[in-house]
């Protein structure tokens, strides 16, 4: 009877309990089918089924695309070897391809049953995102330096490997906190940093109990995704608005975006900085026009608006991150690709420069050329490489390069 009596008591707190956390332990399931072959591509353009979310209204005029559509290159060379555009956006897995040529669309299409207006995750494009929103708070004096200590700003972090690290060394990703970025390791911090979104935790909580260092700031880079909430957490602070406040002011409302976005969010509401954006692929591409123009809004009329800061603009996209950890040779000649403030530079960069999220998302801007590229993929072996040792990074910029040039040829017949 004891039994009973404290087994049917016990019975209906795990029912009170079960019932109060029904949402997040729904939640946790279908994040942990995220990737999963039959669901990857509908879920990257409907994540907000997956995880909490702030809408993020465009306003203003919608931005104009002039088009000038002209097929891609059948074929292009990756090292001395012919290769099939049609065939490798196919191996890449890719979801969605629009190509600006000084400013016009010259190619648009989509793939796997998804359609222009999908909102597509960014994910670690994302990253640039908040690196331009940093760039305007230092503008206007929300943010003093580069070099103020963190915590100048997000005092929650003093006690954490974050403690004394200065703002230009988490935006180079050279924070030196220990930070397991393996995504295919279900153990690694990446991975419990997205259970915690998926349960309802806090991620100021989650980058407060970061407290392994590696070695001293500012020493090597290491990519490290953590990083970015730091930043967003100084600009919460610096601004007094959430980065969704911020960002639709300063952005989203100014630069011409198509339709309104979403920001996936932890369940306190406070945005996932480092990969959570949700917009459609021409807004991408948008974005990349606009740091092709140095941050300036040149609508079809011709009129001109800086919405970026010029010099932020040079700034964040030239490499200014101290070398990398052990060395991180993608190409078969050694070549590194560098990094700046949240943008990435390729091997042997000739002005280019890039944003670029897991599964193969990417915004590429080559202003010599005129030209940029945005590209949503659900790409599950993004990780590997060819038999030759290429990552697929690489191979996707080889591919960015030979587009870049048929379309320069193009408009020069």
């Not at 008591?9 to 029904?22: E, H, K, R």
């Not at 702030?54 to 060379?77: C, D, F, I, R």
């Amino acid at each position: 009877m004891i039994f009973l009596k404290y087994g049917l008591g016990l019975i209906v707190i795990l029912g009170i309990v079960l019932a109060f956390n029904w949402g997040n332990l729904q939640r946790l399931i279908r994040v942990k089918a995220l990737f999963d072959a039959d669901k990857i591509v509908h879920n990257f353009s409907n994540m907000d089924g997956l995880l909490y979310v702030t809408p993020l209204p465009k306003s203003g005029s919608v931005h104009e695309w002039p088009l000038a559509l002209a097929p891609l290159p059948e074929t292009y060379l990756d090292r001395g070897k012919e290769k099939s555009t049609k065939a490798m956006l196919e191996e890449l897995s890719t979801t969605a391809l629009v190509v600006v040529k000084d400013g016009a669309i010259v190619f648009e299409d989509y793939y796997q049953g998804t359609g222009k207006d999908d909102l597509r995750i960014s994910w670690s494009m994302s990253k640039s995102f908040v690196s331009a929103l940093t760039g305007l708070a230092l503008q206007r004096g929300d943010i003093e330096s580069l070099d103020d200590p963190v915590t100048k700003y997000a005092p929650s972090l003093k006690g954490s490997a974050y403690d004394g690290v200065s703002l230009r060394n988490v935006m180079n990703m050279a924070s030196g906190i220990k930070f397991n970025e393996d995504y295919l390791d279900p153990k690694s911090d990446i991975n419990k940093m997205g259970t915690v979104l998926a349960v309802g935790g806090s991620l100021d909580k989650f980058a407060a109990k970061q407290k392994n260092i590696a070695r001293p700031a500012g020493e090597a880079w290491q990519y490290c995704s953590i990083d970015t909430h730091v930043i967003s957490m100084v600009l919460r602070s610096a601004t007094d608005m959430t980065l969704q406040e911020y960002f639709i002011e300063n952005l989203w409302s100014k630069i011409g975006a198509s339709a309104d976005a979403t920001y996936s969010t932890d369940s306190k509401g406070n945005a996932f900085a480092l990969g959570g954006l949700n917009v459609r692929t021409r807004d991408y591409a948008l974005f990349g026009e606009l740091f092709r123009n140095e941050g300036r809004r040149i609508d079809e009329n011709g009129d001109d608006t800086q919405i970026i800061p010029a010099d932020w603009v040079r700034m964040s996209t030239g490499p200014s991150a101290p070398p990398m950890v052990e060395g991180h040779n993608a190409t078969e000649d050694g070549a590194e690709f560098g990094y700046g403030y949240q943008w990435w530079m390729p091997p042997n960069a000739d002005g280019e420069y890039y944003a670029v999220g897991v599964y193969g998302q990417y915004i590429y801007v080559n202003p010599k050329a005129g030209i940029v590229i945005a590209k949503n993929a659900a790409h599950r072996e993004f990780m590997e490489a060819d038999e030759k040792g290429e990552g697929y990074m690489a191979q996707n910029l080889t591919m960015f390069r030979a587009i870049a040039e048929h379309y320069s040829d193009w408009e020069r017949k």
